[in-house]
């Protein structure tokens, strides 16, 4: 049987960041509501943009808005095909459907995130290629 543990400790780390980036979008979620604290960042973003074409305050919420959707719902679909890339794992039951879910959610991560949680997904591709090419070891007959 195949140690696995390097994989598993590499999809709960990439888990484990995936989990902070949920928490960020919904704590974004949460400030949307509040005009002030909204007003002071988007005045914060304008100083710091030297672009003819800024967004309003509303167009400025708005795509806020969506973005924290956004990573919430990658942040939830990483964490769970990270528990289910380790239920398959485990004991080495499926090892070549996961490292292929890993490497399919790590790639498509990176890509929808824009660098937010490239290490997170970075992990999930390592613990992806490590579950496809690892191999049992050849055991000496006797």
């Given amino acids: 049987m195949i140690n696995r543990k390097v994989e598993m ?16 979008g919904i704590n ?3 400030s949307l509501s509040d005009e002030a604290v909204m007003t002071d960042v988007h005045s914060g973003f304008i100083e710091d943009v030297e672009d003819t074409e ?7 919420t708005e ?9 919430i719902a990658i942040a939830v679909i990483a964490i ?4 289910l ?14 490292g292929i879910l890993l490497l399919v959610v790590g790639g ?5 995130q824009m660098g937010f949680a490239m290490f997170g997904s970075l992990l999930f591709v390592i613990a992806g290629m490590m579950a496809l090419v690892k191999k049992p070891k ?3 007959s006797h």
């Fill in 9 to 24: 400790a590499l999809i709960v780390i990439g888990s484990i960041i995936f989990i902070f980036f949920g928490i960020a």
């Fill in 28 to 30: 974004v979620l949460r």
């Fill in 54 to 60: 800024m967004l309003s305050l509303t167009e400025f």
């Fill in 63 to 71: 795509a806020l808005r969506m973005n924290s959707i956004l990573m």
């Fill in 80 to 83: 769970v095909t990270g528990l």
């Fill in 85 to 98: 890339a380790i239920k398959m794992l485990k004991e080495n039951r499926r090892p070549k459907p996961a």
């Fill in 108 to 112: 498509l991560t990176s890509f929808l």
């Fill in 138 to 140: 050849d055991q000496p």
